[in-house]
């Protein structure tokens, strides 16, 4: 059989890909690894070496056309292998039409068929994509072609919960053909919409505290929606800690400005210029829950000084979170009313201390504060949906990553840590719930503490 | 309808049920081996020969063959027999009877005749019974239309079965698990059945579906208690009926959860398992799978007599521990 040479997949957002370039022409003689051709996307230019050697044949993809990723472009035909019948060959819509006309016999009706046989590009069929019959459903049901989605699974196998987040992600820039994407201040690590930042100056540095002061790489914390730097003092109680603390509030929250960021960059954006004004050189970068999708933002995009990355229950990996949760949070104003609402935080209600619940109080009675959250909320988790994907960036980045999560977790179930990319290391604490910082928070520092020592 | 329920085991829920059917029933009746004064091979019978006489607990001769044979006769003729193996190994001895004869009568006649006998099966491994005394052959009956073959895994379902077995005009195959004798459950007084062909969701879950039988039913659900600690939520099944088997219940959990693993002790090649991971691959749930099915089952191995090996032959909890964990990673 001779072996296929496909447009690859260079590019997490990448369906389709243009030839820029061919180093080779039609019959010529190749060895594995020597390159081939040269692909460019919306963002980069690639070379793409030979799978396999021998002789080059049949090349279909043109210079300067789109082309599906995972398209047959030329196939490589070993020596003494025998050629494809012209028929079979894979070609593009023109040859077709040329080549079978000759061959058929001469029906009248036959040629004006013809056309509706030839096939329709880009439809490729996606059967050469590893899949499971659910993710095969899913993606056919939202008109997604599977190759066009990222499998996460076994040897790439795509799931359930990758069509799913390709289904909650807008359409790849690189399917919006010819017009350019409006240029925008700030690079963008996600790919989610990015309405133009509402802010007119440069970005607002946030509220922070040293919690710790030490030598040493400083460990930069942030929390979680409906917190603030507070949250992480119960985990400080645990253990000594030798290296700096540095703790942030985010945008709406805490001491911070009470602003609804436009999205994740926007808050990355912020944070960068906070770590910037602080001089923060090279840090472990520790996020919870929502704080989580936004260090895993900063640590993609790269302006700042991330070496590691510590996702506490994180938000962003799949499209579940608790609304009921996120409403009666928001909404509740006594102790009474907040409670109920706390103790699905935990495995173990007996964690929520007095000064805990007294300290989520607090922020309770600042109704504007509570306004600008209930905001965010809508923003962020709009009908108990989690609009944001951090899955992405995980398997783009290059630092150690650890994603700490509780089994028992009823705000964002545990089960979407799974399948995260196999370099990502997963710590699951049973009998404990979204706050595994509180509740295993010995265990929590020691991990901390591991990855800022290294 | 009030029933006083008790803890019975297993094989207490057996004799119980035995008793009530020949206390209800006049044509009801016991056979096999050292069934009468010794109580049977593993206690099962116990004293019914003092309560209900030798003439209906009747031990028969070491002839599987034979017994079955008087069985199926007797069962032709009007009576319900209940005819107990010691083994459920030796099956294979009696073979002839059951499915030449009590699963074709009915069909061969014309329907002029129905064949209302229940066997009872000591079945599996694990009590170092070594490789001819320790099998579990059900996938071999189930292969066999005109049979059912059932496999209750509580004591409730042991004698709820046993009783809407002996109302069944047709041949009931009943396979009971030898370590499952001892464990005890809530059994309801007086006469009650569950039904023949309906498999028991025994626990829900929504992260992967555990279709099991018989004794992996309790491995299953301990499996699936460490699970839910690692925020896997696993839905076990207690297939409960090999034939005909409750597809519907099956399908239905698949959907929900998009995995399946099937753990029976059966030897996995051509077991039950193997036959519900086809029917699930044929069926509407295909579409719903989001991890390819796996199946534990009994090695391809007679059953050594060494005990540690003996355990390293069938499923154990670690095992499905292990697969389960696999499968919710999104399996091989």
């Known amino acids: 059989m001779p072996v296929e040479v496909i447009l690859p997949k260079v590019d997490m957002d990448m369906a389709t890909g243009r030839i820029s370039r061919w180093y080779v022409g039609e019959g010529a003689t190749v060895k594995k690894g020597d390159l081939l051709f040269e692909i460019e996307t919306d963002k980069a230019a690639m070379e793409i070496d030979a799978p396999a050697s ?39 819509a023109t040859p077709v039409q040329e080549v079978v006309p000759a061959a058929a016999a001469p029906v009248a009706a036959a040629p004006a068929a013809l056309p509706e046989l030839a096939p329709a590009n880009p439809g490729k069929p996606s059967n050469g994509t590893r899949a499971t019959p659910l993710a095969r459903r899913l993606a056919a049901a939202a008109g997604l072609q599977l190759d066009a989605i990222a499998g996460s699974g076994p040897r790439g196998r795509v799931m359930r919960s990758d069509v799913e987040t390709a289904i909650a992600a807008p359409a790849p820039a690189a399917s919006v053909p010819a017009k350019p994407a409006p240029i925008v201040s700030r690079p963008s690590a996600s790919s989610q919409p990015r309405p133009a930042p509402q802010r007119s100056a440069g970005a607002a540095p946030l509220n922070f505290a040293w919690l710790r002061q030490g030598e040493g790489r400083p460990i930069v914390l942030i929390h979680g929606f409906g917190a603030d730097l507070n949250s992480w003092r119960p985990m400080l109680a645990a253990g000594p ?214 | 309808m009030d029933q006083a329920v008790r803890e019975l085991s297993y094989a207490q829920a057996i004799q119980e049920a035995m008793a009530i059917a020949m206390e209800t029933d006049e044509r009801v009746f016991l056979m096999g081996e050292d069934i009468g004064v010794y109580g049977g091979a593993f206690q099962v019978t116990g004293d019914l020969v003092e309560r209900f006489g030798a003439d209906r607990v009747i031990d028969t001769p070491i002839s599987e063959l034979g017994g079955a044979g008087v069985a ?64 579990s052959l059900e996938a071999w009956l189930g292969h066999v239309p005109g049979l059912k073959v059932i496999q209750p895994a509580t004591p409730y379902d042991a004698k709820g079965m046993l009783l809407a077995a002996v109302a069944d005009p047709d041949p009931v195959m009943i396979f009971e698990h030898k370590l499952l004798y001892k464990t005890k459950g809530p059994v309801p007084e007086g006469y009650y059945t569950v039904p023949i062909g309906k498999a028991a969701i025994r626990r829900e879950g929504r992260d992967l579906t555990i ?80 991890a390819p099915i796996v199946r534990l089952g009994g090695a391809e191995t007679p059953i050594p007599y060494n005990p540690d090996l003996e355990k390293a032959t069938v499923p154990q909890v670690p095992d499905i521990l292990a697969a389960a964990r696999s499968l919710a990673m999104g399996g091989r």
């Not at chain 1, 290391?425 to 020592?453: D, S, Y």
């Not at chain 2, 896997?232 to 090999?242: A, M, W």
């Open chain 2, 211 to 290: 279709v099991a039988t018989s004794i992996m039913v309790h491995k299953a659900l301990e499996a699936a208690k460490t699970l839910e600690a690692e925020g896997i939520d696993v839905e076990v099944v207690d297939l409960r009926t090999i034939r005909p088997m409750d597809k519907e219940t099956v399908i239905e959990s698949v959907k929900k959860t998009s995995r399946l693993l099937c753990v029976y002790e059966g030897v996995k090649t051509l077991g039950v398992g193997a036959e519900v991971s086809a029917m699930i691959a044929e069926s509407e749930a295909f579409d719903f799978l989001d």
């Open chain 1, 54 to 92: 021998g002789t080059i044949r049949d090349i279909s993809g043109k210079e300067g056309i789109d082309i599906p990723v995972g398209e047959a472009v030329a196939w490589i035909y070993a020596e003494g292998e025998a050629t494809k019948p012209a028929k079979d060959a894979v070609a593009d």
């Open chain 2, 72 to 135: 199926v006769g007797a069962a032709v003729t009007g009576l319900r027999p209940i005819f107990e193996f010691q083994f459920s190994d030796f099956a294979t001895l009696a073979m002839e009877q059951i499915v030449n004869q009590a699963a074709k009568m009915r069909y061969m006649l014309g329907g002029a005749v129905s064949v209302p006998v229940v066997m009872r099966f000591p079945a599996g491994s694990g009590t170092g019974a070594a490789a001819q005394h320790s099998q």
């Open chain 1, 241 to 454: 800690v030798d290296a700096p603390l540095l703790a942030l509030d985010l945008p709406g929250h805490g001491g911070s400005p009470r602003q609804t960021p436009a999205d994740l960059d926007a808050i990355a954006c912020d944070v960068e210029a906070t770590l910037a004004a602080l001089d923060v050189g090279p840090a472990l970068l520790v996020g919870h829950s929502f704080g989580g999708a936004v260090a895993a933002t900063v640590a993609a995009r790269g302006h700042a000084d991330v070496r590691a990355l510590a996702l506490i229950a994180p938000a962003g990996l799949g499209p579940e979170i608790n609304g009921a949760f996120l409403q009666g949070f928001v909404r509740a104003k006594s102790e009474a009313s907040l409670t109920p609402w706390l103790r699905l935080l935990v495995a173990d209600e007996a964690v929520l201390s007095k000064p805990f619940v007294n300290a989520t109080l607090a922020q309770a009675a600042d109704a504007e504060l509570r306004a600008a959250q209930a905001e965010i909320s809508d923003r962020f988790f709009a009908d108990g949906t989690q609009t944001f994907d951090i899955r992405g960036l995980l398997a783009a980045l290059r630092m150690p990553v650890r994603v700490i999560v509780g089994a028992n977790d009823r705000i964002i179930p545990a089960s979407q840590s799974l399948g995260l990319p196999g370099e990502v290391a997963l710590h699951v604490f049973a009998a404990t719930g979204h706050m595994p910082q509180v509740e295993r928070r010995e265990q929590v520092l020691k991990i901390l503490l591991e990855m800022v020592r290294v």
